[in-house]
């Protein structure tokens, strides 16, 4: 999507660096969110374009109880997930992660993420390491595309009919703006074709950093 006419300085309620997974699903929920908060600004922004992210180079699937193994369970894949860890494991947050395990697969599902079906239907399992159950729910062997493919289609989609939805391609931040100690936006590289370069800030009052580790 091309960056034409960015004005220098634009003002959000939400400004999200990042549009890998985490950043495009909390961009959709705040999309949702928007509907009964009137006038929700939210500004997504990626370095390059919406898909290329660590999260669409993402392989082998997720791992999620689903309900489609009748002899695995949250607490049988929090086990494993404790012993893979080595000691080394938050186990709130391994427990926190694994129980929601299906309620995401389930939102993917609605997103239009179209994981592998076995013959009779119902999900294809795979079996991986450190799992004693199958559970890892897949799309081939590029699963972090297909996610991240059917999240960018639903934002710009949303983007495309709500202008409360901005979404900025090729544009690389290069400092956040601090006020007595907080957050509130950050400044941008906007690369525009043919080396041009011009430089915008984001004001907002919540500034996320989906940009992975």
Do not use: Y
């Amino acid at each position: 999507m091309p960056n034409s006419n960015i004005a220098p300085i634009i003002d959000a309620d939400v400004l999200i660096i990042g549009s890998g997974l985490a950043g495009l699903m909390l961009a959709l929920r705040l999309q949702s969110a928007g509907k009964s908060l009137s006038g929700l600004k939210v500004v997504l922004v990626s370095k390059a374009g919406l898909l290329d992210s660590n999260s669409s180079w993402a392989q082998g699937g997720v791992a999620a109880v689903t309900g489609a193994n009748p002899f695995d369970s949250p607490e049988i894949h929090l086990a494993d997930t404790i012993k893979s860890g080595a000691g080394l494991t938050d186990v709130d947050a391994a427990r926190g992660i694994v129980f929601a395990g299906q309620i995401l697969i389930d939102e993917l599902d609605r997103l239009g993420v179209d994981f592998d079906k076995n013959p009779s239907g119902g999900r294809d399992l795979a079996l991986e390491g450190g799992h004693k159950e199958a559970r890892v729910v897949h799309t081939k062997d590029t699963t972090g595309r297909s996610i991240t493919q059917a999240l960018g289609d639903k934002v710009l989609q949303a983007a495309a009919i709500n202008e409360n939805l901005v979404v900025l391609e090729n544009t690389c931040a290069i400092d956040l703006v601090m006020v007595d100690g907080v957050c509130c936006g950050a400044r941008f590289i906007v690369s525009e074709g043919l080396g041009d370069r011009s430089e915008i800030l984001v004001r907002a009052a919540f500034t996320v950093l989906a940009t992975g580790c």
